[in-house]
């Protein structure tokens, strides 16, 4: 079973910025396209940010211009900095990570990110 653990989630008033990190093994990290998805209470769990390890982007339209994904490859780590955040965001937030090779997708524990005054 491929481990990714999440970090930095929380409560942030709108406005704010938080930083998401997802630390992967380091041959999946190397191989992999890497993301993040969300879930809301309610609702399906939806694509945020995708990044291949070519380090081509994909977002969707909700958060574009807001978040950033990227990838450190020496720590074998990808980061999502969501800036200008809205309460809409409010969700638990997933790392992904899928091989381009086989198609294997495996999942994080989910982090919450709460946005609210």
């Known amino acids: 079973q491929v481990q990714l653990v999440e970090s930095g989630g929380g409560l942030v008033q709108p406005g704010g910025s938080l930083r998401l990190s997802c630390a992967a093994p380091?041959?999946?990290?190397?191989?992999?396209?890497m993301g993040w998805y969300r879930q809301a209470p309610g609702k399906q769990r939806e694509l945020v940010a995708l990044?291949?390890?070519?380090?081509?982007?994909n977002y969707a339209d909700s958060v574009k211009g807001r978040f950033t994904i990227s990838r450190t490859n020496a720590k074998s780590t990808v980061h999502l900095q969501m800036n200008s955040l809205k309460s809409e965001d409010t969700a638990v937030y997933y790392c992904?990570?899928?091989?381009?090779?086989?198609?294997?997708?495996?999942w994080g524990q989910g982090t919450q990110v709460t946005v609210s005054s």
């Open positions: 992904y990570t899928r091989s381009p090779y086989t198609g294997n997708e495996h």
């Open positions: 380091e041959i999946i990290f190397a191989e992999n396209t």
């Open positions: 990044i291949t390890r070519a380090g081509i982007t």
